[in-house]
């Protein structure tokens, strides 16, 4: 029982970094559209990573590294490009507060949801390698209790951040507020980018 705490902790603690994903799971929480299939996939996401880590840990070691990295990172540069220009424009659009609330689709939400999620390096360092590599030694019935904690510690994660997003955003109506929410937004994602640019540059010097 103490593993599935010891991963509970461990996860909660790699999950709470500020992230692209978990600002985009903000913001859908703010406009209360598609709540609990963003959480929900960001969740079973984790799930998934967090045990292909646990018991394939060694082929990811082998195989998931260098290239693959490059390549992920220049797929996420490319998404958040195209999410910033998205934001950007519907800045200059004067489009209503309702409006923009609703602004994505059910197909769209699920895409930019599983961009977010698979296309960041980041997700599969925290999930993969590191709780590959913190539970290598583990023996096998640890490892799923381990496994087990973290995934339920995403879980409320995702879930609570949603959903509070959702009670904060009653307070939080008016196009200017939301003109200053979309800013941050374009702000933060910018410097994911250049902080994306800079991983590339030394990747290739």
């Known amino acids: 029982m103490s593993f599935l705490f010891l991963g509970f902790f461990t996860g909660l603690s790699l999950i709470l970094a500020l992230g692209a994903q978990n600002i985009f799971v903000i913001e859908q929480g703010l406009k209360k559209n598609y709540i ?24 990811f070691e082998n195989y998931l590294s260098g290239i693959v990295e490059f390549i992920l990172n220049i797929l996420l540069l490319i998404f958040l490009i195209y ?6 424009k519907s800045n200059y659009q004067n489009v209503s ?8 689709t059910f197909k769209s939400v699920i895409i930019k949801t599983l961009g977010f999620t698979y296309l960041n390096p ?16 583990f023996e096998i019935f640890n490892k799923y209790y381990f496994g087990i904690g973290a995934a339920i510690s995403s879980f409320i994660f995702f879930f609570s951040l949603g959903y509070m997003s959702k009670f904060f955003s009653n307070y939080l109506k008016g196009e200017k507020i939301w003109k200053y929410i979309n800013n941050f937004i374009i ?15 030394n990747y290739l010097i």
């Open 36 to 59: 609990f299939i963003v959480c929900l996939i960001c969740s079973l996401s984790d799930i998934i990573l967090i045990f292909f880590g646990i018991f394939l840990f060694n082929f």
């Open 83 to 88: 999410f910033i220009f998205e934001k950007i």
């Open 97 to 104: 507060f309702d409006e923009q609330k609703t602004a994505l």
């Open 122 to 137: 980041h997700v599969y360092s925290d999930t993969v390698f590191f709780l590959g590599n913190f539970s290598k030694n």
């Open 187 to 201: 702000i933060f994602m910018s410097c994911l980018c250049i902080y994306i640019l800079s991983d590339l540059y």
